[in-house]
């Protein structure tokens, strides 16, 4: 990939699957995204378990797939709707490793002639509580890595991940400088005015991790009612200072497009240089002798 | 002297609502609902009660009154001003409506049983209602829809495998004084929201007498069991002893109504323990 590009044409593809119905899933999103024929976007990002539903039970392994066969599918797809152009796409799926199944998000860079995983992020933080269930089913992912894209340098944040002010800060600290967040957020909470309670949190912790790192945000929510619960969509894209470019609403399949200015991100950092502060302190705050860590080294992954 | 800044001390009241939002939410929910079921129409009984006319509101705004079936089903004793107050609700919404009594069906087993005091006769009359629900909803072909709210669900207050059949339920997890608000925000008429509530199985019946409890205090000490707070914590906040443990108890002693039966387990493929789909699969 050549020179780092200033601008990113960014979509959002809301999507609303049917539960289980990947081949129809695909097809919608396909027609979705021939609306973006005549003036292709650089990156298309889509939700958590984007072409499946988010609770499948025991189906997630019916339906889990290898990442290369994900990849073929979403390039196959891009190909079919926006012929000839050059995409990177983000999306979540359920990933099976040859047995070993993982809530994942993957970035694609597809062109006419071919497609490479750029990156394949393994959820680490599975929600198991309350109406959550995912570690009964999956496996955590143990990396949370960045990766370098035409953009410049970005980190796949799947959902949780993005809860723990942690994970977008070891990303920021790691070069990334712009979060894609793919993200299934059942919502509620109704005391709230004006919206649920759950989809203002969600814009505020992405907010503030915008704010303190001086990064871009794109929050590609899943939409639609699965068994009475509501994903809450409202996939936004935020830039370094905090501001919502542009917000999808809670219902309803949808695409949200907005055009970022890369070069936004320095002049945030250079008016409020938290990042630069952090890295410089980061080393005092992780060997705090205090913190319950293991000595000697992390742990073997497997 | 400074000036002591704190929060006034007051006994918490039920959880608010936001009836804009909730109503938002519940009707892309029976929209959505509906279409995985793939069905376009919904019916529900309809007593003269808040909870049933706040459903078919949602159920009007969701589906468009047309595709929206009221049933009423009177027994002998209801109260004929139910009926009147249910009919407020057709004229309001112009959705269908039918009345169906079902008093000698009830009357046909209760012949049996002269001995069956009120508990058992509401119980017999609930389940009848049900009945005829479903038939209504293969005739109809239109989905049953439940009105039980989320008070009478944790405190038990309604009969197993009747009220609690309906496949979708909009409202059932709102608390009675939720309902309330969100009666009031959608314009259902006022008489059925002032009304003291009623399961009207019996004469002169109310909720809050059978209770013990006022709805107001119910929920109230409901919402924060639901968070976890113990007895005593509920005491320190200004709520009486006798009223606690008598939510606690009701709470406590109905956590099997709102299950489903127990299966015993003998495999490992055992449905819904080991095989695993969900609802919309």
């Not at chain 1, 999306?91 to 995983?117: C, K, R, W």
């Not at chain 2, 809050?208 to 924060?224: K, P, Q, T, V």
Request: glycine share 8%.
């Amino acid at each position: 990939m050549s020179e780092t590009s200033v601008r990113l044409r960014a979509a959002i593809l809301q999507t609303k699957p049917l539960k289980g119905q990947y081949a129809r899933n695909l097809q919608s999103a396909g027609t979705a995204l021939k609306q973006l024929s005549k003036d292709p976007p650089d990156l298309v990002v889509m939700p958590e378990a984007a072409l499946t539903g988010y609770f499948l039970e025991g189906a997630v392994y019916d339906l889990a797939l290898p990442a290369e066969r994900f990849a073929r599918d979403l390039a196959q797809l891009w190909r079919g709707a926006c012929a000839g152009a050059v995409v990177d796409l983000a999306a979540g799926f359920y990933e099976n490793d040859a047995g070993t199944y993982y809530n994942s998000a993957m970035y694609l860079h597809v062109a006419p002639d071919g497609e490479q995983i750029v990156h394949l992020h393994r959820k680490m933080f599975l929600p198991t509580y309350g109406v959550f269930d995912e570690e009964r089913f999956l496996s955590r992912g143990r990396n949370l890595g960045v990766f370098e894209t035409r953009f410049g340098r970005m980190a796949l944040l799947v959902c949780e991940d993005a809860c723990h002010a942690i994970v977008p800060t070891i990303a920021a600290v790691k070069g990334a400088r712009v979060l894609i967040v793919p993200s299934a957020s059942p919502g509620r909470g109704i005391e709230n005015d004006g919206e649920l309670g759950s989809i203002a949190q969600w814009r505020d912790r992405l907010r503030f991790a915008a704010i303190e790192h001086g990064v871009f945000v794109l929050y590609a929510g899943l939409t639609g009612f699965e068994g009475g619960k509501g994903m809450s969509g409202s996939s936004c894209m935020i830039d370094p200072r905090g501001t919502v470019l542009a917000e999808a609403p809670p219902f309803d399949a949808c695409i949200l497009r907005c055009d970022l200015d890369l070069r936004e991100i320095d002049l945030a950092r250079a008016t409020l240089p938290l990042l630069g502060d952090l890295g410089s302190a980061l080393p005092d705050l992780l060997l705090d002798e205090e913190l319950p860590l293991p000595r000697g080294g992390r742990a073997a992954d497997r | 002297m400074l000036p002591i800044v704190e929060p006034a001390r007051q006994i918490p009241g039920p959880p608010g609502i936001d009836p804009a939002v909730a109503t938002e939410w519940l009707v892309a929910f029976l929209r959505d609902e509906l279409v995985v079921r793939r069905q376009t129409r919904a019916v529900l009984g309809l007593s003269g009660g808040v909870d049933s006319a706040v459903t078919a509101f949602l159920c009007a705004r969701a589906l468009g009154p047309d595709n929206v079936y009221a049933i009423r089903m009177p027994y002998k004793t209801s109260q004929a001003s139910s009926l009147a107050d249910a009919a407020l609700v057709v004229e309001a919404l112009g959705i269908h409506c039918a009345t169906i009594d079902i008093s000698a069906a009830v009357d046909g087993y209760l012949q049996y049983e002269p001995n069956a005091d009120a508990r058992r006769r509401g119980n017999v009359m609930a389940r009848t209602r049900m009945v005829v629900l479903f038939d209504q909803s293969a005739k109809l072909d239109a989905l049953p829809i439940g009105t039980g709210n989320k008070t009478e669900r944790l405190l038990g207050y309604f009969t197993w495998h009747a009220d609690d059949t309906p496949p979708l339920n909009p409202i059932g997890d709102l608390l009675k004084c939720q309902v309330w608000e969100l009666a009031r925000y959608l314009g259902v008429p006022g008489r059925l929201i002032d009304k003291a509530p009623t399961a009207d199985l019996e004469a002169d019946q109310t909720d809050e007498a059978d209770l013990g409890i006022s709805y107001r205090d119910a929920d109230a000490i409901l919402n924060l069991i639901l968070l976890g707070y113990s007895d005593a914590q509920l005491v320190e906040r200004g709520f009486s002893p006798q009223q606690v443990a008598l939510v606690r108890r009701r709470v406590d002693g109905t956590h099997w109504k709102r299950h489903l039966p127990t299966t015993a387990m003998l495999t490992g493929t055992a449905i819904n323990e080991f095989y695993l789909r969900p609802v919309d699969f």
